[in-house]
């Protein structure tokens, strides 16, 4: 599957952006696809994952639980990171990867697509 993330840009805290990861090759209902970010100078970091088949269940980092939603649409064979109240500490290049299991470490994961950047002003 390869995967190509977008829908980033430049927002001021407290705003909202909507990420998309489209794959292409095979189907996101088959695998766990999963939200890193990297910001300059720093690891890449979980953010959300969702899981596959029928379960759709999701997982967050603490630091964007209750802001951040995870949401898939099989027909569009689409993987959305919905991003409200946005703050400065969220700036960072987003990508999305695929993976058999659900984890936090970015080594679990492949096909990893091009990043988006979100920058959030204060």
């Known amino acids: 599957v390869q995967l190509q993330a977008s829908g980033g840009g430049l927002v001021q805290a407290g705003g909202s952006l909507k990420l998309s990861c489209v794959a292409s090759?095979?189907?996101?209902?088959?695998?766990?696809i999963a939200w890193f970010r990297q910001a300059p100078g720093k690891e890449r970091e979980f953010v959300a994952a969702?899981?596959?088949?029928?379960?759709?269940?999701?997982n967050y980092a603490d630091s964007v639980k209750g802001r951040f939603t995870a949401s898939r649409d099989n027909a569009k064979n689409t993987v959305y990171l919905q991003m409200n109240s946005l703050k400065p500490e969220d700036t960072a290049v987003y990508f999305c990867a695929e993976s058999s299991r659900v984890s936090r470490v970015a080594g679990a994961y492949h096909n990893w697509g091009q990043g988006t950047q979100v920058t959030v002003s204060s």
């Open positions: 969702i899981r596959r088949w029928t379960s759709s269940s999701t």
């Open positions: 090759g095979r189907t996101v209902y088959d695998h766990v």
